[in-house]
């Protein structure tokens, strides 16, 4: 698998996670049948994905980028489905989260 590959499954995980949080979100605590099957569906995707990704890309790095790229979509998500809007200094922090995710990816991977 190339390292293109790679980073289009770790699109797909993170599409999965996002996907997996909501539909959690909409279950009510596990409370509704057919969001928490969703969410059990899309989470053990997702963490195949994952497992595939790790095939070609560092465990730590794979890792590191899913969470923080899912961190930013699912409070996109928030946002947009749920009327959720974060306070500055949680904007302050996904910005972190964001430089880190980069400086994980362009610097720390050599």
Do not use: E, H, W
Not at 60 to 81: D, E, H, K, N
Request: one cysteine or more; a positive charge.
């Amino acid at each position: 698998m190339s390292l293109a590959t790679s980073y289009l499954l770790l699109g797909l995980a993170v599409f999965l996670g996002v996907t997996s949080n909501s539909f959690a979100k909409s279950a009510d605590g596990f409370t509704l049948l057919f969001p928490s099957v969703i969410t059990a569906i899309t989470i053990v995707l997702c963490m195949y994905a994952l497992s595939l990704v790790m095939k070609n890309i560092p465990m730590g790095i794979t890792y590191a980028s899913f969470a923080g790229l899912t961190i930013i979509a699912t409070v996109f998500v928030g946002v947009t489905r749920f009327n959720q809007v974060p306070n500055l200094y949680s904007l302050i922090g996904l910005a972190f989260i964001v430089v880190g995710v980069l400086m994980v990816n362009l610097l720390g991977n050599n």
